[in-house]
């Protein structure tokens, strides 16, 4: 299993940016997708964005053309860049990483987003 570790969560202004990191270690599996979660309260988890080991991109419709997601391989880390962030942006931000031949899902333990209207 991979451990994830996020980090960058915060409070921000409406219309204001945060970026988040997530780095993975402790596998020997090669990590095929990772992705961005989040949970409001009384909400169920949704994805955010998506990134393939290829680079593959997609994105929930309500974050498109506002929210980035990139990964660098060598240092085993996505991100996710936020901008003109709403308060409806505001949860807990989950990291994934789904590796391996069987596509074992690992999750890190979360981040709060908070965004001020």
């Known amino acids: 299993q991979v451990h994830l570790v996020e980090s960058g969560g915060g409070l921000v202004q409406a219309g204001g940016s945060l970026g988040l990191s997530c780095v993975a270690s402790?596998?020997?599996?090669?990590?095929?997708?990772m992705g961005w979660y989040r949970q409001a309260p009384r909400k169920q988890r949704e994805l955010v964005a998506g990134i393939t080991s290829s680079d593959m991109t997609n994105y929930a419709d309500s974050v498109k053309g506002r929210f980035t997601i990139s990964r660098d391989n060598a240092k085993n880390t996505v991100y996710l860049q936020m901008n003109s962030l709403k308060p409806e942006d505001t949860a807990v931000y989950y990291c994934?990483?789904?590796?391996?031949?069987?596509?074992?899902?690992?999750w890190g333990k979360g981040t709060q987003v908070t965004v001020s209207s």
């Open positions: 402790g596998s020997s599996f090669s990590i095929n997708f």
């Open positions: 994934k990483a789904v590796s391996g031949p069987y596509g074992m899902n690992s």
